[in-house]
DNA sequence: GACCGGGGATGACAAATGTCATCGCGAACA
DNA sequence: TGTTCGCGATGACATTTGTCATCCCCGGTC
């Protein structure tokens, strides 16, 4: 039997997937997480082969979880399940010792699948996509930068981000400047999308 | 049997939710779509009972869905399944005819329960969204503000929002100004979110 | 007929945003 | 040792955005 731990926020979600895993007779859900936290705790307890891991979560995302779950039990392999199939996310996913790369878009039977081949030592990946996260290239964005426009994201003025971040006005605005030439947007909320849509936020 | 048609956009999910309601003995998935357009030429055909509609999906949308449905299939009821608890899309939906709104966030059980409850004639919302539904008020802005707030939303610029309604670049103003001033924001990033976040775009 | 309210527009003004040049500091690096 | 790069800052400047008063037109409605 392959020990699976499923870390999903939605509820009726989570569920739906787990009812649908454990009805394959060679897999079994030991384990269920609504965030990041309670999917490493879970993981020490129920040892799973693989994990199942969402990126959009509350508190620790997915791809974090992944690289600290990698740390605690190396032998566990990760699958990343994602609403969005950002090029970024796949970069960064792979970076953090991912086995798969799974977007929710495609069919249910993929899933089981996707395990079975983890499981066999293969990785799981949309050929799409890994091309796409190809040509973009890395995130351009300096760490700086991306924490910048990060917090720019929610609408906050210039002078509400610098007494976030404790910077001056001028420095944000040169940060922001620089994020808009680098993601070729027009203003900051372009900037936003363009980096969020790239998945480097 | 129970026939129910399943619409929602995302593959896995809509696959594991069918899985799970097809594994109850007085219910039968007899319908999956993967938009609005779908669904309702798939309602057409196979007569079902009850349709559980996604709100976010591509092109026509669960809640505009769920109007055209009523009015094509008057004895079919409809179950709104979303992501997001707007306190806009409640109020939307219900206008709309529909007899329940579930967010993603509850437990699985709680999908076949509520069918179960709509076809006996009940009418299924979570308390605590209804209340916010209600303190919340109706939509404040106008149908104009309504459409200028939305074609800012991408981070167009004020001349481009201009040229794509075809208005001059102060009436654009004036309409972003009347918005923010009331969604209690402090620029159109802001004014945008909390609309977003109101359900009201 | 008078009186709204919404849509659309103009002009003026203040405030916020975006751009650029320039500086200092420190760490990495060839 | 000099060079490069990221971080942080300042000042000046042009542009964009937000606010406000004021106007016109039109379709209700009292």
Same sequence: chains 1, 2.
Avoid: H
Avoid at 29 to 51: C, I, W, Y
Avoid at 158 to 165: H, N, S
């Amino acid at each position: 039997m392959i020990r699976v731990l499923l870390a999903e926020d939605q509820g009726m979600v989570r569920g739906a997937l787990a009812t649908l895993l454990n009805l394959e007779d060679d897999i079994e859900v030991v384990g269920e997480a609504a965030n990041g936290e309670e999917a490493l705790t879970v993981a020490r307890d129920s040892r799973p082969d693989v994990a199942l891991l969402d990126i959009e979560m509350p508190g620790k995302d997915g791809i974090t979880t992944a690289a600290e779950l990698r740390a605690a039990l190396p032998d566990c392999r990760v699958v990343i399940l994602t609403t969005f199939g950002r090029p970024g996310y796949l970069r960064r996913a792979m970076e953090a010792g991912a086995s798969a790369f799974l977007v929710k878009d495609s069919p249910a039977q993929e899933l089981a699948t996707a395990i079975r081949r983890v499981l066999a030592g293969e990785r799981v990946i949309d050929p799409a996509l890994a091309a796409a996260a190809l040509s973009a290239g890395p995130n351009p964005l300096s760490p700086r930068e991306r924490d910048v426009l990060a917090a720019s994201a929610d609408g906050s003025t210039i002078g509400d981000v610098a007494t976030r971040l404790r910077l001056s006005e001028g420095t944000v605005r040169n940060y922001l400047s620089a994020a808009i030439r680098k993601t070729a947007a027009r203003n900051r909320i372009e900037a936003v999308q363009t980096a969020q849509r790239q998945g480097w936020l």
